[in-house]
């Protein structure tokens, strides 16, 4: 059954989610704020600057904002987090119904410390909390574009509408799980990207599988100590928005964090990497948050704390490094034990 959906953002990603939903025979309209791309993808059938791929006929790209939601049934919304609210003030002011609302953006406004959900429903009067659906896990846009093998997760607290976004991507080449923890499924799919950059860092400084492996586990134990704290299930860090989406982030040249993070390690400026990407990385706002995070709920977050303090104290990678392998000793299972002993206790 043709469903009509508008993607907000035309990003690889936006454009990677609008591919998989034109596969399924959906009525695709693509809007991005540049008149100009919106022209050129309806041009040319393709979106350059961000996925080297031709974009199938039937997903219409649109500048207009009310005419791509215009009688839609679905809207996906997929912009950086730092325009999540501008988009969704427009957004609430041109809606004259009310669409499942799926957004499918990794990252923490660092300023209020809130997730993409929950600036939504601040944004938006039309919508609740519970109403909206998180769609995250293992998925380079580069390979859900070219229909490679790739599973995700969709969270809400409305099983109805996590089945209807269930039904919408689901195909032989895009598996979809649903789950009912918002809170663990967006915070796995943001916190990754400090780990990402930091698996960068480790590449870039010339380290080794050693060092990435280290990195990651105890990168994991840091993303779920803090979830945990605000509500998340712990089981969710070990499904795919958790450690499949920290993997795929943290050992791919797709990822735009781990590039950033590697030319970090190389001791390229911060401010120079971003201007010569060209594209958002949400890891570095996210850094910025979770640092705050981890103060505001006594969470202990070593290596978000010593990529905070690369980013944004100008300290040297290597002295990084050396902080974190000179902290005192302890037994692995100290942290988790006593995560578990507090989540009982509750």
């Known amino acids: ?24 025979g959906h009525d695709v309209r693509l809007w991005t704020f540049r008149e100009e791309q919106a022209n050129k993808i309806n041009e040319t059938h393709k979106n350059e600057q961000y996925l080297e791929i031709m974009i199938p006929e039937q997903i219409k790209a649109y500048y207009d904002l009310y005419e ?13 987090t730092k325009a999540i609210r501008e988009v969704c003030q427009n957004l609430s002011e041109q809606l004259e119904h009310k669409p499942v609302l799926i957004h499918a953006s990794k990252g923490i406004e660092p300023g209020t410390l809130k997730r993409v959900s929950q600036m939504i429903s601040e944004e938006m009067e039309q919508y609740s909390y519970d109403d909206i659906v ?32 269930q039904h919408l991507f689901f195909n032989d ?25 930091g698996a960068g860092i480790s590449d870039g400084l010339g380290y080794g599988d050693n060092a990435k492996a280290a990195l990651i586990t105890r990168g994991l134990a840091e993303i779920t100590r ?16 958790g450690v499949g989406d920290l993997i795929v982030t943290c050992t791919s040249v797709h990822s ?15 401010d120079d ?30 290596i978000t704390y010593g990529i ?9 990678p290597k002295d990084i490094v050396e902080q974190l392998m000179n902290r005192d000793k302890r037994e692995e299972m100290d942290a988790l034990a006593s995560l578990i002993r507090n989540r009982n206790t509750r």
């Open 1 to 24: 059954m043709t469903t009509k959906v508008a993607v907000l953002g035309a990003g690889s990603w936006g454009t990677a989610l609008s591919i998989v939903l034109a596969d399924n």
């Open 68 to 80: 791509a939601i215009k009688d839609v049934e679905a809207i996906v919304l997929v912009v950086p």
């Open 134 to 165: 998180v769609l995250s896990g293992p998925s380079h846009a580069e390979e859900v574009a070219m229909r490679q093998p790739t599973t995700v997760t969709v969270a809400s607290l409305s099983e109805e509408n996590a089945k209807q976004a």
């Open 173 to 197: 080449a895009f598996r979809v799980y649903t789950s009912n923890d918002m809170i663990g499924i967006e915070l796995g799919g943001a916190l990754k990207n400090i780990i990402a950059l």
């Open 226 to 241: 803090l979830g945990t704290s605000l509500g998340a299930n712990p089981l969710s860090f070990l499904g795919l928005s």
């Open 256 to 270: 735009r964090n781990w590039r950033a993070g590697n030319l970090l390690g190389k001791g390229k400026k911060l």
């Open 273 to 302: 990497i971003l201007d010569q990407m060209g594209m958002v990385v949400e890891g570095v706002r996210t850094a910025e948050a979770a640092y705050k995070f981890a103060e505001a709920e006594g969470v202990e977050m070593p």
């Open 308 to 316: 905070y303090q690369i980013l944004f104290e100008d300290k040297k």
